[in-house]
C-alpha cells in the first residue's frame, strides 16, 4: 500500500528530525537577556496526581507572572521553565537536570511537590546549590539547617502537623487528661511518608496515655475495606488519616461511611485535605477535619489581585479558572511568595538589588525569611499563610495550622494557627533524626550562631 | 557496499565462533565503544546524568529481562522487584562491610537477587506464559512491600529511605557525573559483553530449546528445572545490578517505592519495543521508552513554550507516545533491532539496490 | 478472641469487594477469549468510560441519556481499535499485541485527560454507599447498599455473557475465532465483527465497572489501576473463562480482607497488596490453567 510506504519512511524521518532538532535546542544556550531571574518548575500535570500538581504550579506560576505583571522584583523579571514530572522519582531526576541550566543562569530553587521526588534530587541539590524548597513535605528532619543547609521547610513539616492535630483533638475531647484511654487510628498509606509521622505519635501517645493503633493501606488504596472493619472492631475514637492521591483520599472517606464511622472524627493530612480529595466523595465528605497550611479562599487580597490581574488580562494558568482559590492553588501561591521574598532578601543582603541572584545568594536570603504579620498583609495574605520565622539552624516554617471541615461544599476554617503543644519536643527529634543521618553519612554540621 | 561480507573467510574454528564474526562488526563496535567513552568530554552534565546513565542502567535491567523473556520465554513482570534487591543489597554491604569496594558490592547485590530470582522462579516449572507473568508480579509486591516494611534494610532510617553512599573503588570516589557514567558504561558494556557470550554458547541454546517448545528441550536431554532456574538466576542478577546501579549512579536517595511496579512495566515495554531475543534490542528499546516521552516534554516546551497550556501538551505528549508505540508494532513488530538489522541489510547493497 | 459476627462480615464484606475485582477482571477476558490478546489497557477503557460519562452529564445531558451516548462511544472505540490496531497486527505474536494494547493503554490515557481535562470529579448513581439499615438490625453487620448493587450487576452481566458465549451463534463464533482464527476464518466467520464486537462489549463492561467504582472511589485517573486488583482474579479464575471470573474474584476478596484484618496486623498490616498474588501462585501450583482456564494440552 503506497500510505504504509509513505508512513515507513516519515515515522523514522519525523523520528530522527525531532530528536535532532530537541538535541539542538536543549544544548545551544538561549541567548539570556540581562536581569531576569529564572526558576524551573517541575510540574506534574497528569497522572494520578494530577490534581493535585496542576493547582500547586498553576498557583505558582500564575504568582509569577502577578509579579511580572506588576513590575517584577525590584526591576527583575521572573522567567521560568516547566518539564513534565508525572510525580514519578526518575523523571524528577531528569527535569531537575534538565531545568538546572539555563543560558548562563543556573535555577536557584526547585520544589517536587511531594517526598518521593524531593529524595530523588536532595543529595544533588547541596551540590548544584540549588534551594529545595520543600512547602510542607518532605524529608522532616531536613529542618535541621545544620545538617541540611540546602533544605527548607516553609509551611510546617509532618511531625509538626501530627502533633498541632494532637493538640487540636484533645481540645476537642476537653483537655489532655481527657485523652487517657482513647483510642486512635494512624490510617497511613503503606509507604515511607504514610509512617513519617509515627515516630513523634509514638511518643504522644505514650505522654498522654492514650492507645495508638497504626494501620496500613496498601497504595494506591482504593481499596479499604479491612482497614476500616478494623477501625470499626477497636472502637476507634478518631482516625488520623495519611493518604496519598485523591482516589485514596476519598476512598477512605466513602469507606468510613460504609461502616459507619463518624467523619467528625476523621483527621485529614495537609496532602489529602483539598477539594480534589472531599468532592468525589460526595456527601460522605461532610464533616471531615483537615489541617491547612495554606488556607483556601479567594478573598485574601493576593488571590484577589491575581484574578483581576492575571485572569482579567487572560494570562491565568489554571484550565479551569473556578479552582483559583483552592487548596492546592492557595498552597502554590505561598510557597511562590516565599520564593520572591527570599529572592528580595537576597537582593538586599548581597547588594543586588534590581540584578539576578545566584543560588548560595538565594540560600541566604531563603534563611533570612521573617515573615511577619506585617510580611503577609503586605503580601496580602495574611490569615492564608502562618507567619514564621527561619534562622542558619531553624529551617522550618511556623509549625502552626489552621483547622478546617468540609461542610459539603467547601472548607469551613474553624481555628486559627494552631500550635504544637510541645514544639522543644518535635525539635529535639528532628535535631537526634538530622544528627543520625549526619553521622552515617559523614556530614560534619555546619556551625550556626 | 559498506557492509559486505564477501572476502572474508573463516578458516579455523576459533575464527568461526567469534563473537563478532564481522570485520565491520567488530570495527563498528570498537568505534563505538570508544566513542562511548569518550562522551563525556564532549556531553555536558544533563545529558550524563539525566539521559546516558538511566539510559545504559535501564538498559541493562532491559537486558535482564530479555534474558529471562526473549530467550528463555518465561513472561516475567518483577524486574523492578528484583532491582529492589539489588540497590537494597548494595546499600548494606556498604553500610555492613568497611571498605569493600564498589564493584564487590555491586557484584555481590546481583547474587543477592539471583537468589531471590531463583525463589520466585520456582513457580514457572509449573506455570507458563501469562499466568507466569501474573505470578511473578507477586514478587514484585511482596519485595517491595518487605523492604519497605522492615526497618533493618533501611538501617532504620526514620523517613524509610536509604542514601547511597559514595562510590569508592581503589581509594577514588567516583563522585562526578563523568566518573560515575565511566563506572556504569564499564560494568555495562563487560555484562553486555558476558549477555551476547552467554547467548550465542550452550546456555543461551538451552534457554532457547526452552522457549521455543520445552517438552522437546526435556526431550532432548535439557534438565527444565537446571535451564529455567539458571535463566531466573541470570536475568534477576542482570535486574539487581542494574537497581544497584540505579540508585547508586543515578537517583541516590531511594525508597522501596521507586521500584514499583510501574518501572517493571516499563522494562516489559523497552524489550518488547527493542525486540525479544536481541541483545541491541535491550539498548534500542530502553532508549525509546525512556527518552521518546522525555524529548517530546522538550520538544513540546521549545515549540509551543507557554503559548500552549502545559496540561493540554502533557496529555498529547501521552497521545503521541502511545500512537508512535502502535505506528513502530504496526511496521516492524519485531521490534527495533529488526529495524537495525535491516538497515544494516541495507547498507550492504547500498547504493545498488537491484 | 474471634468474634463470631466479626469474621462474618470481614468474609461478607470481602465477597462483596471480590464482585467489584469481577466486573473488571470480566473485561480482560472477553477480549482474551475472542483474540488471544492480554489487553492491558483495560485499566484506561474504564477509566475514560465513566470520565466520558461523567463529563456528558456535565454537558448538560441527564442520566438516562449520557448513558447510551457513552455506551455509543465505547463502541466507537472498540471499532477504532480493532480497525487501527488489531487488524493491522493480525497474526503476530501474542507480546507484539499486549505492546500495542499498551500503546493504546497511553492514548487512551491521554485521550481522556485531553477531552475532559484532570479535574477529579464525582458521581453520583443515586445509591447510597451506606450501610442497610434493616441487615445492621437483623445482624449487626454492615453491608453497604453499593456493595450489593455490585454484585448484582456483576452477577447478571456474568450470567448473560455466558450465555451469549454458549447458547448463541455469535457465541459459538466467538469460541471458533477463541480457538484458531484462521480456521474460523477459512469457514466464513467474519473475524472483523467478532473483535469489534468483543471490543466494544469490553467497552461497555468497562463503563459498568468504571460507575461502580468511581461512585466509590470518584472519576480519576487513579481508577487505571483497578485492573491491578482484576489479575490475581484472571489467573485464578483462568483467563478463558466468564464463570470463573465471579468465582475467582469471591476467592479474592475473602481472602484478602481475612488476610490483611486477621493475619496482616502480626506483619504490620499492608499484605493486602501481595497476598493475593501469593494465592495465586499458590493456586496455579495446583492448577497451571486456573479454576475454569482450558486445560493446556501441548504436543511434541
Redesign the interface.
Known sequence: MLI?KM??RI??AI?AA??I??AA???TAMAQEAQEQYFGIP?S??GPY?AMG?GYYGGIIDYLNYVNMKGGVNGVKLTY????T?Y????T??C???L??KGDQKMVVFDTLG??GA??V???MAQDHVVLAQYGYG???AADGRVWPWVFNAAGHYWGQIAVKMNYIAQKEGGVDKMKGKTIVHLHI???YG??PI?AMRQIAKEWDFKLIEIAV??PGLEQQSQWLQIRREKADWVTFWGAGSGMNSTAITTAARVGFPREKMFYVTFGGAEEDMIPAGDAAKGTYVAANAAPGRDYPLIADILKVVYGAGKG?M?NPERVGTVYYNRGVGAAAMWIEALKNAQKIHNKVGKTVNGDEFRDGYEALDITDEKLKEIGILGMSAPFKMSCAKHDGSERFKMMQWDGKKFQILTDWVPAPDPAFIRKLIED?AA??AA??NITPRKCS | MFYREAGQFRTSYAQDSQIFPLRQDRVGIIIMLIAAVMLPFVA???WL???LI?WLVLSLVALGQNIL?GYAGQ?SLGSAGFMAVGAFACYNLILRIDGIPFVVAVALSGVCAALVGIVFGL?SL??????LA??T??SQ??IV?AL??FGWFK?Y?????I?A?PIVMFGHNFATPREKYWVVLAIVAVLALLAKNMARGSIGRGWMAVRD?D??AE?MGFSLLRTKLQAFAISSFYCGVGGALFAFA?????????FG???S?RIL?MV??GG?GTIMGSFLGAGFILLM???????F??VFG?SV????T??????????????????E?LGLAR?WQLTKERLRLWPFKH | MLDFWFFLEVLVGGLLSGTMYALVALGFVLIYKASSV?NFAQGAMVFFAVLSFVGFMELGLPFWAALPVTVGLMILVGMGTER??LR??VN?????L???T??????????A??AW??DVRRLDLGIRDEPINWVMDKTGMLVSQLDVTAAAVAGIMVAALALLFSHTKVGRGLRAVADDHAAALSIGIPLKHIWMLVWATAGVVALVAGMLWGARSGVQFALVWVA?KA??V??IGG?TSVPGVILAGLIVGAVEKLGEVFIGPF??G??E??AP??L??LF??IR???LFGEKII???
Open positions: 504504509d508512513l515507513r515515522v523514522p523520528s525531532t530528536f532538532a530537541i535546542a536543549s544544548t510540574s500535570r497528569v494530577s496542576t521553565d516547566e518539564c513534565e508525572e514519578n522519582a526518575a523523571r531526576v531528569e531537575y537536570q534538565r538546572l541550566n517526598t518521593p529524595y530523588a536532595i543529595g544533588r524529608r522532616t528532619d503503606d509507604t515511607a509512617r513519617e515516630p496498601p497504595p494558568n484550565q533524626s543520625k543521618y552515617e553519612n | 555536558n552534565s544533563y546524568s539525566a539521559i538511566p523473556m513472561l513457580p509449573r506455570i507458563r506464559g501469562l499466568y501474573v505470578a508480579l507477586a509486591f511482596f512491600w519497605d516494611k538501617n532510617d526514620p523517613a524509610g529511605v542514601t553512599q517448545m517438552v522437546a526431550v543515578y537517583l541516590q536517595t531511594v525508597e522501596p517505592s521507586a511496579i510501574d518501572l512495566f515495554f518488547i519495543i525479544l516521552p522525555i524529548f517530546l516534554n522538550i520538544f516546551h521549545t507557554k497550556d502545559a496540561t493540554i502533557s496529555a498529547l505528549e501521552q497521545v503521541i507516545f502511545g500512537v508512535m508505540i502502535i505506528m513502530f508494532l504496526i511496521f513488530p529495524l | 492480554f487501527f490496531v493491522p497486527l503476530q505474536s501474542e507480546d507484539t499486549l505492546m500495542a499498551i500503546g493504546l493503554a497511553f492514548v487512551i490515557e491521554g485521550v485527560q485531553l481535562g484532570v491491578l489479575l490475581p484472571l489467573i483467563f506483619f504490620g499492608g499484605i497488596g501481595w498474588y501469593m495465586a501462585v496455579l501450583l497451571p490453567e486456573g501441548r504436543r511434541v
